[in-house]
C-alpha cells in the first residue's frame, strides 16, 4: 500500500531559483503515509506506515530531472487495533513476513499547475511491479520554501489490490485502495 511518498516530492518544482538536484527528506514528526479502503463508498479501513524511508533529489527548474524513491516498512502498519494490523501484515493481505517492504520508484515528474505536480512512477508490493500515478500538491508558502525553511505538502494515488494479489478472497473492502501522504519536507 505504498503509493505514496515519492507522491509527495514532486510539488516542489516550481520556478525556483536553479538548483540542480536538492536533497529533501520527510520530516518524520510532520509526515503521515496512510491508506483509506471504502466499501460501498463508505470508508471502512484506515491506517497509516509507522516506518518509511525516502530519497528525495529534486530538479527545481527542470521536474523531469527529479527522482523520488519511498520504501515502507509493511510490518509497521498500525491500523486502530492490534486484530486489524494482524490481519493486514498477514499472509492473505501485505504477507509482511515474506514482503518486509513495498517500494515506490518514479520515473517521470510532471508540473500540471501552479502547486501541482504527476508523479509517475513503479509500485512495488509482495515483490510484483505496477504503474502507479501520485498527485502532489504544495501546501506552504513556496517563498518561505525558496529561502530553506520547510515545505509542507499533500499527495495521493490508489491502486488495487489484485493487481499486487492483495487479499484475493477478502470482499469487505473494495478493490480500490488509496494512499495518501500528508506532511512536510526539509533539506
Given amino acids: 500500500m505504498a503509493k505514496l511518498p515519492a507522491l509527495v516530492v514532486a510539488a516542489l518544482f516550481f520556478n525556483w531559483p536553479a538548483i540542480a538536484q536538492t536533497s529533501w527528506r520527510f520530516d518524520r514528526g ?41 520504501t515502507l516498512d509493511t510490518g509497521s502498519i498500525k491500523a486502530g487495533s492490534s486484530l486489524m494490523d494482524g490481519f493486514i501484515t498477514g499472509a492473505t493481505m501485505l504477507d509482511s513476513a515474506r514482503y518486509p517492504t513495498a517500494s515506490f520508484a518514479s520515473e517521470s515528474v510532471t508540473r500540471t499547475g501552479e502547486r501541482s505536480l504527476e508523479v509517475r512512477g513503479r509500485l512495488t508490493i509482495r515483490s510484483i511491479s505496477q504503474p502507479f500515478t501520485v498527485t502532489a500538491v504544495v501546501d506552504g508558502d513556496i517563498d518561505k520554501a525558496r529561502r530553506g525553511e520547510a515545505l509542507p505538502f499533500h499527495a495521493s494515488g490508489s491502486f488495487l489490490r489484485p493487481a499486487f494479489e492483495i487479499g484475493r478472497d477478502v470482499n469487505i473492502v473494495d478493490d480500490q485502495v488509496e494512499v495518501v501522504i500528508k506532511g512536510r519536507l526539509s533539506r
Avoid: M, N, Q
Avoid at 479502503?37 to 530538479?59: I, P
Fill in 30 to 70: 510532520a509526515t503521515d503515509i496512510s491508506f483509506v479502503s471504502h466499501r460501498f463508498g463508505a470508508v471502512v479501513a484506515t491506517g497509516r506506515f509507522e516506518r518509511y524511508e525516502g530519497t528525495l533529489a529534486l530538479d527545481f527548474d527542470d521536474p523531469a530531472k527529479s527522482r523520488i524513491k519511498v
